[in-house]
């Protein structure tokens, strides 16, 4: 039985940082792809970044980049994301999610937050953010 497991939401001021974790189990971790999703109340869930492998770029959504860091330990079962100078507009339900799928562009693999690109989720954290 496949399970994923996030921690780390908590409630920050503006300017701030938190660590997201992701542990999953009954699933062969390292090759999997693994991502972050968001969602907040009245708003579609959208792919904030995923990685398929530790040696591969990792997406982002614009509106993170330069903030967020995902990363993945493979050792670990365990995926994070580094969120830095958190704004109100990132409050929001994180999910973590796990799957099977990528792409190939001719040179790499790489990995896409789209709705059916994932497979495994888990339950969520929450994050919020105050002024």
């Known amino acids: 039985q496949v399970r994923v497991m996030e921690s780390g939401g908590s409630s920050v001021q503006a300017g701030g940082s938190l660590r997201l974790s992701c542990t999953a189990s009954?699933?062969?971790?390292?090759?999997?792809?693994v991502g972050w999703f968001r969602q907040s109340p009245g708003k579609e869930r959208e792919g904030v970044s995923c990685?398929?492998?530790?040696?591969?770029?990792?997406y982002y959504i614009d509106s993170v980049k330069g903030r967020f860091t995902i990363s993945r330990d493979n050792a670990k079962n365990t995926l994070y994301l580094d969120m830095n100078n958190l704004q109100p507009e990132d409050t929001a339900t994180y999910y973590c999610?796990?799957?099977?799928?990528?792409?190939?562009?001719?040179?790499?693999?790489?990995?896409?937050?789209?709705?059916?690109?994932?497979?495994?989720w888990g339950q969520g954290t929450q994050v919020t953010v105050f002024s």
């Open positions: 999610a796990a799957g099977t799928r990528y792409y190939w562009n001719g040179s790499h693999a790489y990995c896409r937050t789209g709705p059916t690109d994932f497979d495994y």
């Open positions: 009954g699933l062969a971790f390292a090759d999997y792809a």
């Open positions: 990685i398929l492998l530790s040696a591969n770029t990792p």
